[in-house]
């Protein structure tokens, strides 16, 4: 069975620092990965996606995430933070091989200083 | 318009009880699943269907019950509430089992049991 783990529980940032976070998932076979996004009182909400092709996606709001197939990685990154991208940020993997059981990482809560 | 829609939002209830959560999708998708998010975050998979039918069945006990009336609605009962079963429900729905496809998630039900 897959896992995805997130290192960083909670990251406290002042605006315009960078940012990353760190997504390792366990399995041998092709994988597809997500970033999901809550944002206060609202829903999880996709932030970028890969399945194949280039393994440097880029997402909403200025985000992008680097797949290293030999790390098991996906990490998450933004070189400028914002106040608004204050949220909850969950990794997850699919692989295809289990069609409709993606498997969420327990989350990574990102404060922003103003 | 609200994509994916879930009721109640909030239920306080008290062990022993029955309760009902309600799902509805928007989307035209084909798939639709229940994921209960724990105190630590942690988003985990109960149930997959796939046009009404079971898809996913992740060692829930059995006083968890899913029902699909129709591929756009699938709703949640449980049935003799214990303490453990406090957590935050969240219904989802993709276009099918594609294992690329974003999931798009409902804003959650926090149910507690007291």
């Known amino acids: 069975a897959q896992s995805v783990s997130q290192h960083n529980h909670h990251v406290i940032l002042s605006e315009a620092a960078s940012l990353e976070l760190g997504c390792n998932y366990s399995?041998?076979?092709?994988?597809?990965l997500f970033w999901y996004v809550q944002y206060p009182g609202q829903h999880l909400q996709l932030l970028l996606k890969y399945f194949s092709g280039d393994p440097l996606v880029k997402g909403i709001k200025g985000f992008e995430a680097e797949f290293i197939k030999s790390k098991f990685s996906f990490n998450l990154r933004k070189p400028s933070v914002q106040w608004s991208d204050t949220a909850e940020y969950f990794c997850?993997?699919?692989?295809?091989?289990?069609?409709?059981?993606?498997?969420f990482g327990d989350g990574t809560t990102l404060t922003v200083k103003p | 318009d609200t994509a994916v829609s879930q009721t109640p939002k909030y239920l306080v209830t008290q062990m022993g009880n029955d309760k009902s959560i309600k799902c509805e999708q928007n989307l035209g998708h084909d798939t639709m699943y229940w994921y209960k998010q724990d105190s630590k975050k942690f988003l985990k998979i109960m149930f997959s269907y796939n046009n009404k039918e079971l898809i996913i069945n992740e060692t829930v006990p059995n006083r968890f019950s899913p029902k699909s009336p129709d591929k756009a609605h699938l709703n949640l009962h449980i049935n003799s509430l214990e303490l453990g079963d406090s957590a935050v429900y969240f219904c989802?729905?993709?276009?099918?089992?594609?294992?690329?496809?974003?999931?798009?998630f409902g804003e959650g039900s926090w149910l507690t049991v007291v």
């Open positions: 399995y041998g076979g092709t994988v597809n």
């Open positions: 989802a729905s993709s276009q099918d089992l594609t294992p690329g496809n974003t999931i798009y």
């Open positions: 997850a993997v699919n692989p295809n091989t289990n069609a409709g059981k993606s498997t």
